[in-house]
Nanobody, 125 residues
């Protein structure tokens, strides 16, 4: 079974940092653009970042630019989201997603083929 599995969430203080991981199981991420989404209770799910499959170009939502960094490892089995200077409004369930396209067209994948189950990030004093 092909799966994406997130890890790395937890409780952190405002201003702290966190690195989320997304592991591909049963396949490599070659040919897939990768995205990170988040959803807070009572709010719409939003795309925060996208990483193109062909040239590793990156895109970010305005709300996270300068604080979040998306990357993949050399084996094409792991994707990361480095989050710095965390704010309370960053609290959400973060999910990774994969879409078999060469390039992102913006910060949000429009029709992912695979989703992870999500990992909880809570920012609180």
């Amino acid at each position: 079974q092909l799966q994406l599995v997130e890890s790395g969430g937890g409780l952190v203080q405002p201003g702290g940092s966190l690195r989320l991981s997304c592991a591909a199981s049963g396949f490599t991420l070659d040919y897939y653009a990768m995205g990170w989404f988040r959803q807070a209770p009572g709010k719409e799910r939003e795309g925060v970042s996208c990483l193109s499959s062909n040239d590793d170009s990156t895109y970010y939502a305005d709300s996270v630019k300068g604080r979040f960094t998306i990357s993949r490892d050399s084996t094409n089995t792991m994707v990361y989201l480095q989050i710095n200077n965390l704010k309370p409004e960053d609290s959400a369930v973060y999910s990774c997603a994969a879409q078999r396209v060469d390039y992102c067209s913006g910060a949000e994948l429009y029709d992912p083929d695979f989703w992870g189950q999500g990992t909880q990030v809570t920012v609180s004093s």
